[in-house]
């Protein structure tokens, strides 16, 4: 007869022969050794599940934090590291590489000077170095508009771009088509605007334009829309609107309006820094936006005006069409232009 025996390691259940009663056999199953029953009738009880052991606490010495909990997934928590980890970058990134805008060739730009040298101001190249120049102003082409206009924000913050701002638009109206091709322009100050209405390019033109540049008195925060409303009333194809400071919701929108009105491009630039406020003028009437910081700036002027040919100060102007007086000494032979400023131009020594 035999006997029914359960494991007392793995709970398995199985026969022995009655032989074994009150004796202990090895399972079959995992090998332990167990007590057979005295009773071959009687049937094994499953054993009693034990008891889970107790969870330990958890301890640590008093004073040391613990890092669980910054471990633990908190938004307010991974945006202040992703905050120290951003800024790190960027003071590095300065450290190694300059500031935005700076080239790594050139020191850093000092503050622009708050007074404006007139003698710099509206300065254009030699008829020369326009020939080499393209049509366009600050990369913008104008060769195919008939007509264009500018329009400058006189006030204190343009001061110690002006001489350069003056002398990049001068050059624009010179690189225009007397034939086909009209200009305007609008210096909005805090005292007064002075405008000169979209006339026929060309030397006379021209040369109005810098003469109303090099007498303005920059002065205050002066308001934008009523020289811009007058600009609109000429009708021109395409404008050009050069700032230095913000502007305030109700400028911009009159200004926006207005162009609209007539279907003008403009193209917005500011100068210093990057008054994103003016980027909705040109986006709503399809024109370009442009930040010019101070080095920009220098550079721009530095491409137009080329050195090697000179360039006409703004306080003598040339008739292209003059002839050009000859000069030579015992040791060179060049030409040399009848302004005391200019470069003279292929000078050989002998």
């Not at 909990?69 to 960027?90: D, E, H, K, T, Y």
């Not at 002065?219 to 811009?228: C, R, T």
């Not at 360039?311 to 040399?336: G, K, W």
Request: aromatic share 6%; charged share 20%; glycine share 6%.
């Amino acid at each position: 007869m035999a006997v029914k025996v359960r494991c007392e390691h793995c709970s398995a259940l199985f026969n022995v022969s009655d032989a074994f009663a009150g004796a202990r056999c090895r399972c079959k199953y995992c090998g332990g050794v167990t007590a057979v029953p005295q009773d071959p009738s009687q049937t094994p009880s499953l054993p009693r599940p034990m008891k889970p052991a107790a969870r330990q606490p958890n301890i640590r010495p008093i004073g040391v934090p613990s890092l669980r909990g910054w471990l633990r997934p908190n938004a307010g928590r991974a945006a202040l590291w992703a905050f120290v980890l951003v800024s790190l970058v960027v003071v590095l990134s300065w450290q190694w590489f300059g500031a935005p805008g700076q080239p790594l060739d050139q020191p850093m730009v000092q503050p622009p000077p708050t007074v404006v040298d007139r003698s710099q101001v509206a300065r254009v190249p030699l008829p020369e170095a326009r020939d080499r120049l393209p049509r366009s102003f600050l990369r913008t082409s104008f060769k195919d508009v008939a007509s264009v206009a500018w329009l400058i924000d006189c006030g204190d913050a343009m001061s110690g771009y002006y001489s350069d701002v003056s002398t990049l638009v001068a050059t624009a109206m010179s690189q225009l088509d007397p034939s086909t091709q009209r200009l305007g322009l609008c210096l909005a100050s805090e005292s007064h605007t002075e405008t000169l209405s979209l006339t026929l390019a060309g030397g006379a033109s021209l040369e109005a334009a810098r003469i109303k540049l090099r007498d303005l008195k920059l002065k205050g925060s002066p308001n934008l829309l009523p020289g811009f409303t007058e600009l609109c009333s000429w009708k021109p194809q395409m404008a050009f609107v050069l700032l230095a400071r913000p502007t305030d919701q109700p400028t911009l929108s009159g200004l926006i309006e207005q162009a609209q009105k007539i279907g003008l491009q403009v193209n917005v630039v500011t100068i210093g820094e990057p008054y994103h406020g003016w980027a909705s003028l040109a986006l709503e009437t399809k024109g370009e936006y442009r930040c010019l910081r101070a080095v920009d700036l220098q550079l721009e002027v530095a491409r137009v005006m080329t050195p090697v040919l000179g360039m006409l100060p703004a306080s003598e102007p040339v008739d292209p069409q003059e002839p050009v007086a000859e000069t030579t000494d015992a040791s060179t032979t060049a030409p040399r232009t009848r302004n005391k400023g200019d470069l003279r131009m292929g000078t050989t020594n002998k």
